[in-house]
């Protein structure tokens, strides 16, 4: 697996002792519990229209990651809300 640079610093790190993995406390595990809940909570319902070659390619991808399309789209939606998606210029 390859690494970023900030990924690779911290697990080098790590295996010099300098910084310890800790157990998360109760409070951080049920934020953490809270969390996923809201963000796996699909409450609505959407109808979109596609350009078929679009709806093929999605299907493909989904297919090659082994989730359904659906989900692909979600995800895709949510992390460009997020910022984590952004368009190229």
């Keep these: 697996m390859k ?3 900030e990924e690779q ?3 080098d790190a790590y295996e010099r002792g300098e910084i310890k993995a800790a157990a998360p406390s109760r409070q951080e595990i049920a ?3 809270s969390t996923a809940r809201n963000t796996f ?4 319902r959407i109808t979109i229209r596609l350009y078929e070659h679009d709806l093929k390619g999605i299907q493909k991808r989904a297919m090659k990651k082994g989730i359904p399309y659906q989900t692909l789209i979600s995800g895709m939606i949510h992390q460009y809300v997020e910022g984590d998606l952004v368009e190229s210029k």
């Design 9 to 11: 610093k911290l697990i």
């Design 31 to 33: 934020e953490i519990k």
């Design 3 to 5: 690494y970023d640079r």
């Design 41 to 44: 909570r699909k409450d609505r």
